[in-house]
């Protein structure tokens, strides 16, 4: 493990010997599986709570916001693309 990173250093308490690396998998299959959740997710109608004036998200999440991601992340996010980013942390296989 690195350690230029905060995460690339196991506190004293931790067991050494039980941490391996591991490479992180994910079929086709799951991702596309995951796209049609997605695409079956409804977001809730406006109300008062997720649609108040000026942008102001103090009573939570703001629909616009959620329509805005899900919209990303079914048309637009690369879900492979982004499994084979470097996660910063060292790839050991």
């Known amino acids: 493990m690195s350690s230029e990173s905060p995460y690339g250093v196991l506190p004293a308490s931790a067991n050494q010997a039980a941490v391996k690396p591991y490479k992180l ?3 086709d299959e799951d991702i596309q599986h995951l796209k049609a959740l997605l ?3 409804r977001v809730p109608t406006a109300c008062y709570e997720n649609s108040l004036p000026n942008g102001r998200r103090d009573l939570g999440l703001r629909r616009d916001w959620l329509l805005q991601a899900k919209n990303s992340w079914e ?3 690369d879900w492979c693309a982004a499994l084979l980013q470097p996660s910063g942390h060292t790839d050991t296989e």
């Open 39 to 41: 695409k079956l997710t």
């Open 25 to 27: 998998q994910v079929s």
């Open 75 to 77: 048309n637009e996010f």
